[in-house]
């Protein structure tokens, strides 16, 4: 019964929420699961690793095609590089059974995240008016 309730209010929230939380959703994902895969490594549990990487990568797809080159094409242009970067390093993780990979993706997206937690209530607070 939780779970049903629990599943029920994340799809509220999903629907609900303005662009930028769901943004700041994805990204407390992604750093959940790459975090995830990599205890999963440590204790030996590679099977495991490679889900919580697939859900990773499959969340940094989703942020690469969301990607809107019409608003803010030298922004998209950066972040389709570091997303193309994270997204490879994960398929070598997966290949190589490398977890130190997983290092080299938070370092990468570690930064992103603290500017849009930042960034995302400001514009909730102060959004830009058209003109």
Same mark, same amino acid.
């Given at each position: 019964? +939780?779970?049903?309730? #629990?599943?029920? *209010?994340?799809?509220?929230?999903?629907?609900?929420?303005?662009?930028?939380? =769901? =943004?700041?959703?994805? +990204?407390?994902?992604? $750093?959940? $699961?790459?975090?995830?895969?990599?205890?999963? $490594?440590? !204790?030996?549990?590679?099977?495991?690793?490679?889900? *919580?990487?697939?859900?990773?990568?499959?969340? =940094?797809?989703?942020? *690469?095609?969301?990607?809107? *080159?019409?608003?803010? &094409?030298? =922004?998209?242009?950066?972040?389709? #590089?570091?997303?193309? $970067?994270? @997204?490879?390093?994960?398929?070598?993780? !997966?290949?190589? !059974? !490398?977890?130190? @990979?997983?290092?080299?993706?938070?370092?990468?997206?570690?930064?992103?995240?603290?500017?849009?937690?930042?960034?995302?209530?400001? #514009?909730?607070?102060? &959004?830009?008016?058209?003109?």
């Amino acid at each position: 019964m +939780y779970e049903t309730t #629990a599943r029920r *209010y994340q799809q509220i929230q999903a629907t609900t929420a303005t662009p930028g939380e =769901l =943004l700041l959703a994805l +990204y407390d994902g992604l $750093f959940r $699961f790459l975090k995830a895969a990599k205890m999963c $490594f440590e !204790n030996k549990q590679a099977v495991k690793a490679r889900e *919580y990487l697939s859900k990773s990568h499959a969340i =940094l797809s989703e942020l *690469y095609i969301a990607l809107d *080159y019409s608003q803010a &094409p030298e =922004l998209c242009g950066q972040l389709e #590089a570091i997303y193309g $970067f994270c @997204m490879g390093h994960i398929l070598q993780c !997966n290949l190589k !059974n !490398n977890p130190a @990979m997983i290092d080299d993706v938070l370092r990468a997206l570690t930064p992103l995240k603290e500017a849009w937690t930042i960034a995302v209530p400001e #514009a909730i607070r102060n &959004p830009v008016q058209p003109r």
